[in-house]
């Protein structure tokens, strides 16, 4: 949108920021009543939430440097 000159892009950028922030904060909210008002999180599903955030973090690692390697090598 900026180099089409279109300036309401940051007000675009904002919203879109904040539904995901909002999004993720009811998603977190929602896990946390699981777990301890509701009690349905085992320590299997502990560990597995545990794993899978962890793979998660680790997968956005490598792709953004797949992304440096790959702009700095044809640079």
Request: charged content about 15%; some cysteine.
């Amino acid at each position: 949108f900026f180099m089409h000159r279109i300036y309401l892009c940051f007000f675009i950028f904002i919203i879109g920021f904040l539904c995901i922030i909002y999004i993720a904060r009811n998603w977190f909210y929602d896990v946390e009543d699981e777990a301890s008002l509701l009690g349905c999180h085992t320590l299997i599903v502990k560990k597995g939430l545990y794993k899978g955030f962890w793979l998660f973090v680790a997968s956005e690692v490598m792709l953004f440097f797949g992304f440096f390697w790959a702009f700095f090598h044809s640079a």
